[in-house]
Every structure is written in C-alpha cells, then in structure tokens.
C-alpha cells in the first residue's frame, strides 16, 4: 500500500521510499522510516495532500505519495 491511498484522518506506518531523492528530502523534513504518519487533509481537487509526521506538517503532492510505502494502521 502506498500513502496516497490514504484517506483524511487515516494512518500508516512508513516502510520504504522507493525514490532515493525524494527520501534524501523527506527525511530532511521529519519523514522517518518506521514512524507513523496521518494523512490531515487533502486539497479538494485531490493534491497536495497535508500529512503529519510527528509534529510536523507536510505538504506532498499525490505523484510523491505514490513513491512512499507503507503499512495501514
């Protein structure tokens, strides 16, 4: 499953970013393997959508998401 799947309001728990770049960035920004993520929002024309990682609120667009696999809690 992959984080764009997601729903508002859903949770996953990050296991791998299949893009070494956007990994390099997203880890940079808070985005920590093994951490749970929530997805807060998502734009009404479905991207970006807003996720939370810890205290951090991201912005990541679905085509991004798409590279980020995780587990569905």
């Known amino acids: 499953m992959t984080l764009d799947t997601l729903k508002e309001n859903?949770?996953?728990?990050?296991?791998?970013?299949s893009d070494e770049s956007l990994a390099i960035q997203l880890l940079a920004?808070?985005?920590i393997?093994?951490?749970e993520v929530k997805v807060e929002r998502i734009a009404p024309l479905n991207d970006p959508m807003i996720i939370t990682s810890g205290d951090n609120y991201i912005s990541?667009?679905?085509k991004d998401a798409k590279?980020?696999?995780i587990n569905k809690t």
């Open 10 to 17: 859903e949770k996953g728990i990050i296991e791998s970013i």
């Open 29 to 31: 920004m808070g985005f």
């Open 33 to 35: 393997l093994g951490e």
């Open 60 to 62: 990541i667009r679905k």
């Open 67 to 69: 590279q980020i696999k």
